[in-house]
């Protein structure tokens, strides 16, 4: 059933000011229309970040702990709605409900993670360069956060951010991406039947326009951003102008090293489930395969049996592996990047390559594409270089690890990696010389732990990490106290030396 859906401003549904409104449909079948949500403009977006301002006030001077008792709340929620929450974003943006119920997973345990850090959002003590004095240190919430995000992990990815900026006494303006507006709301719902108090969380739908106004509101403070380097980097150039601070998680060009001594059957299991799972749509998919020549044949052969055996599909059907691409124009994209490795001389097309299901009525209502694997990949090549963003994967010969690490750094981007090895000092070795926020070792290059630092280097992040510890320095700031209780005045550097 498709309903019309508006913004949550204040703690109240309210429709746009702009009164004009987008579609949302199912990307496995777009007969399936989801509902309409409103094309927020500038208007909309000041008054979300008015009543995020004004709820600032209290806010921040609740108790962390008490914030806390909220968002673990907001965590139980999730877990009680997992499947209902896991079907509605499948529904919106495609994948399999088993990696949605993953999705909501990684919020629950976000949400658990932070409840658990306002209890200990620790600062520092120092002995002072003088007698009868106190040297601390404390996290200061910042204010009104801009929080604007890609499709692809419709409540993971959101949490990552907005729960830590809630623990640390932050208000929130939210803009989930316009393929997945669906599953914002229904996170507004969480907090809400949380107890979060009106204002202190407000959504705002819309693109282009709706994420330039609050990236350009002065009144926000932070941008928490997840999506394309470019937009990425343009967010970053207005933002720096305003002196914001923003935090950027970007594109990944990722790579899986396998060497002979691996077991190849684990690392044949990995790289399908790198290249494909999402159908290859995560920040961290794994769009290279760097092999060693001494395995290359026997391993891209059961690769492309394996790879052709996936269950394509829509994604709220049981037994489906890989579900559709999210729009029309990403499936072009994706066509485009197979004209242009095909144009290559070495490089060859020996799995996929075109939309699945041209002749199968179901599979013909969505924009689903093949798994499609290239080899004879050289490191200069666009399709090895470039993020694709779907089922692509690119394999690359070498003849030892000196050279893989030397390609698998070969590009602008530096967010996830993989080696698969037994040999200790090799693993050892890649872990020190990879350029890459993230590498795995036995392990393909997607699947973060919400409590670990998580980010890139590179094109890929502005030095900021989500995830962990490491988010509550995006959303807070230290303020350094000095407490003087010697009666007299005594000066730094001068009165001591
Ligand atoms: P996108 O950059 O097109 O859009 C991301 C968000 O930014 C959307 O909400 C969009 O409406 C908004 N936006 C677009 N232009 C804007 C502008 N000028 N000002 C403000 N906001 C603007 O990305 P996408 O297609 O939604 O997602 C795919 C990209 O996201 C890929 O590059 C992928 O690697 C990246 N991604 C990165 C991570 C990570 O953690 N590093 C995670 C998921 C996705």
Known sequence: ??????????????????????????PADSDDRIGTFPESDRNDVAAA????????????????????????????????????????????????????????????????????????????????????????????PIGVCGIITA????????SWKIFPALACGNTIVYKPSEDAPHSGNLLAEVLEEAGLPKGVFNVVHGGVEC??????????KVIGFTGSTDVGKAIASKAGAMNKKVSLEMGGKNAQIVMPDADLDLALEG??????????????????????????????????????????????????EMGPVINEKQLDRIAEYVRIGREEDEATCVLGGDRAGEEDAKLGRGNFFLPTIFIGVTRDMRIATEEIFGPVLSVIKVSDLT?????????????????????????????????????????????????????????????HREGGWTVFDIFTEWKTVYIDYSGSLQRAQIDNY
Not at 11 to 25: D, L, M, P, V, Y
Not at 211 to 220: F, K, L, M, S, T
Request: glycine fraction near 10%; hydrophobic fraction near 35%; charge should be negative.
């Open 211 to 220: 994420g330039e106004a609050i990236v350009d509101h002065p009144d926000v």
């Open 49 to 140: 970040v008015a009543a995020a301002t004004e709820a600032y006030k209290e806010w921040r001077l609740t108790p962390a702990p008490k914030r806390g008792d909220i968002l673990r709340k907001a965590g139980d929620i999730l877990n009680r709605q997992k499947d209902d929450l896991a079907r509605a974003m499948t529904r919106e943006m495609g994948k399999p409900v088993f990696e949605t119920k993953g999705d909501v997973q990684e919020a629950i345990d976000t949400a658990y993670y932070s409840a658990t850090e306002t209890r200990r959002l620790f600062g520092y003590n120092a002995p002072s360069e003088m007698p009868n004095k106190m040297n601390l240190s404390f996290r200061m």
């Open 151 to 158: 499709w692809n992990f419709p409540m993971a990815v959101p």
């Open 1 to 26: 059933m498709a309903g019309t859906y508006h913004n949550f401003i204040d703690g109240e549904w309210i429709a746009s000011q702009s009164g004009r409104e987008f579609e949302n449909r199912n």
């Open 271 to 320: 790289v399908l489930w790198g290249a494909f799972g999402t159908t290859g749509q995560r920040c961290t998919a794994t769009s290279r395969l760097i092999l060693h020549e001494d395995i290359h044949d026997d391993f891209v052969n059961k690769l492309i049996t394996k790879g052709a055996a996936l269950k394509i599909g829509p994604g709220l059907e049981e037994g489906t």
């Open 403 to 463: 050279e893989a690490i030397d390609i698998l750094n070969d590009t602008e981007y530096g967010l996830s990696s993989s080696l698969y090895t037994a040999n200790v000092n090799d693993a050892f070795r890649a872990i020190r010389d990879i350029e890459a926020g993230i590498t795995y070792i036995n392990v393909p290059t997607i699947g973060a732990e919400a409590h670990m630092p998580f980010g890139g280097v590179k094109g890929t992040g502005n030095g």
